[in-house]
């Protein structure tokens, strides 16, 4: 089960899904960023947000998931969202989330990490950048971490060497967003910049391939493959 709260950035009301494990705690926790579908369908409608949030509050984990594509009108096309993103506005979003999850009381505040899907992928690694309190990152076949978005900032590749925490990372091979040829750079750029990684990329498997909304991505064994990797890597670095 989970609830839904509603967080201010800058003004802007941003809707947050909590999820909460069984237990008094004090329990780690996560911060989720959402999959690109959910930017136009939003939170609630979207059945595999919901169950990545249940996975991990299954597996002891807080979990919160916010709505990072809260600047526009829910009916604005969903193109006119992806072109006018903007990192500034996402960081303020992911230390909103950060703020509340580490404010709640059966959270333990030194122990959390930040992970998402395909566009939230991307937004991780940008979070991890950004917020040396985190103490794991994992980035779901996350692309155009290499591109700069509307607000003119720095790639998050080339911020490589401001995450400060183990970053796991899933990729499919058939994936060209990014492609293995783009993996092999976050790869280079972590390497660089000394930070720990572990990188897992599944053959027969393209984007989006953990979401089994789309019988076209899904790829049922490697997607169950990559969740107990997931877990296992948070329970090393947040257990």
């Known amino acids: 089960m989970y609830r839904s709260e509603c967080l201010d950035v800058q003004g802007h009301t941003m809707p947050t899904l909590v999820f909460e494990p069984e237990g008094a705690g004090p329990h780690p926790g996560v911060v989720i960023a959402?999959?690109?579908?959910?930017?136009?369908?939003?939170?609630?409608?979207?059945?595999?947000?919901?169950?990545?949030?249940?996975?991990?509050?299954?597996?002891?984990?807080?979990?919160?998931?916010?709505?990072?594509?809260?600047?526009?009108?829910?009916?604005?096309?969903?193109?006119?969202?992806?072109?006018?993103?903007?990192?500034?506005?996402?960081?303020?979003?992911?230390?909103?989330?950060?703020?509340?999850l580490a404010g709640?009381?059966?959270?333990?505040?030194?122990?959390?990490?930040?992970?998402?899907?395909?566009?939230?992928?991307?937004?991780?690694?940008?979070?991890?950048?950004?917020?040396?309190?985190?103490?794991?990152c994992i980035v779901f076949y996350g692309g155009r971490v290499k591109l700069a978005f509307a607000d003119g900032g720095t790639p998050p590749i080339e911020l490589a060497d401001r995450i400060t925490c183990p970053v796991l990372g899933i990729f499919g091979n058939e994936d060209q967003g990014p492609s293995p040829e783009e993996v092999n750079d976050y790869e280079a750029a972590l390497k660089k910049?000394?930070?720990?990684?572990?990188?897992?990329?599944?053959?027969?498997?393209?984007?989006?391939?953990?979401?089994f909304n789309d019988s076209n991505?899904?790829?049922k064994d490697q997607s169950e493959d990559t969740w107990g990797k997931a877990i296992a890597f948070l329970d090393r670095h947040l257990k």
């Open 193 to 211: 910049a000394g930070v720990s990684y572990e990188f897992h990329r599944y053959d027969g498997a393209g984007h989006g391939f953990q979401d």
């Open 34 to 100: 959402q999959h690109l579908p959910v930017a136009h369908a939003g939170l609630e409608k979207d059945p595999f947000t919901i169950d990545v949030g249940e996975r991990y509050a299954a597996a002891g984990y807080a979990g919160v998931i916010p709505f990072i594509f809260h600047w526009w009108p829910e009916d604005e096309d969903i193109m006119v969202k992806r072109e006018a993103f903007r990192d500034d506005w996402t960081v303020a979003d992911l230390n909103a989330a950060y703020q509340y």
């Open 104 to 136: 709640m009381s059966a959270v333990d505040a030194n122990r959390i990490g930040i992970l998402g899907h395909c566009w939230g992928g991307r937004v991780a690694w940008l979070g991890a950048c950004n917020n040396p309190d985190y103490k794991a």
């Open 217 to 219: 991505r899904y790829r």
